[in-house]
């Protein structure tokens, strides 16, 4: 009898796993492995939206991040923001951002970014974002991005960030 309860017991938890979803953290195309993808929510009425993750290149060869496409935006592209002489910039990304052989990039706020201009609709809290990223190697790569809350500071971040914390932006000029 108790080996009986005891083969029930694995069968019925090997179910209750199998059945749970599955979260693709981690996407592999070619020699790069793309992981941590993440956007914030954005505000009602909010044209702008941005995504964040990480590209590893695990092969011998350079690649390049191109951009991407999404139903949710027009375009994705790669930009960088960075501080010109006091000046908080933010640029597209000539040429697309190099991941150089044995590397790992990691797009972040406030650092290199995807961003999705001309949103349609409002990125909300909760869902899942498909994009397809582009590369000038790897080709066309679809990935998952989660949304995090409006001041996320990161994929399994759910909080919101201090704005008192933030620098003034007052004078970034796009």
Do not use: C
Not at 40 to 66: H, M, Q, S
Not at 67 to 83: E, F, L, P
């Amino acid at each position: 009898m108790k080996q009986i309860v005891s083969a029930l017991s694995g069968l019925a938890l090997a179910a209750v796993l199998l059945a749970a979803p599955v979260r693709a953290d981690e996407v592999k195309a070619g020699d790069l492995v793309i992981t941590q993808a993440w956007s914030r929510a954005t505000p009602g009425g909010a044209k702008v939206g941005g995504g964040y993750l990480t590209i590893e290149n695990k092969g011998t060869t350079p690649d390049r991040l191109l951009g991407g496409s999404a139903d949710v935006s027009d375009k994705v592209q790669v930009h960088q923001m960075s501080m010109n002489n006091g000046v908080m910039t933010m640029r597209p990304v000539d040429g697309g951002l190099v991941i150089g052989p044995g590397k790992t990039v990691k797009l972040t706020p406030g650092g290199f970014h995807l961003m999705l201009p001309d949103l349609k609709g409002p990125l909300k809290q909760g869902e899942k974002l498909p994009i397809t990223l582009e590369f000038e190697k790897a080709g066309k790569v679809s990935v998952v991005f989660d949304v995090g809350s409006i001041g996320a500071m990161g994929p399994t971040d759910g909080g919101q960030m201090d704005m008192k914390k933030m620098p003034d932006h007052s004078g970034m000029k796009m």
